[in-house]
Nanobody, 125 residues
Framework: RVQLAESGGGSVQAGDSLRLSCTASETTFNGYCMGWFRQTPNNEREGVATIDGEGNTSYDDSVKGRFTVSKDNAKNIMYMQMNNLKPEDTAMYYC???????????????????WGQGTQVNVSS
């Protein structure tokens, strides 16, 4: 079973940056589909950014050009650098992992089997 732990959330002002980290327990981390999702109260969890086993990435239109997902296979850590944060980025951010599939870069929940507990990001105007 893959265990995931997020860190790096916090409260910032609009225009600031944060870097989220997701540490995975699984030693075969580098072959998994990995992603970042976010959720606000009363809304569905939505895919923000994903990265597959080959390093290909995909982003939601709302974060393109501002967020960058990457991973360090040697350390079993996935990152998401978030720049120029906006108040609408306020959410609980979740790390997710799944076996390789054709859905990986589609940013859909069904592609992911394992989830972290989340880290809160608050952006004030």
């Amino acid at each position: 079973r893959v265990q995931l732990a997020e860190s790096g959330g916090g409260s910032v002002q609009a225009g600031d940056s944060l870097r989220l980290s997701c540490t995975a327990s699984e030693t075969t981390f580098n072959g998994y589909c990995m992603g970042w999702f976010r959720q606000t109260p009363n809304n569905e969890r939505e895919g923000v950014a994903t990265i597959d086993g080959e390093g290909n990435t995909s982003y939601d239109d709302s974060v393109k050009g501002r967020f960058t997902v990457s991973k360090d296979n040697a350390k079993n850590i996935m990152y998401m650098q978030m720049n120029n944060l906006k108040p609408e980025d306020t959410a609980m951010y979740y790390c997710a992992a799944g076996l390789p599939s054709r859905f990986c870069l589609s940013r859909v929940k069904l592609a992911y089997n394992y989830w972290g507990q989340g880290t809160q990001v608050n952006v004030s105007s």
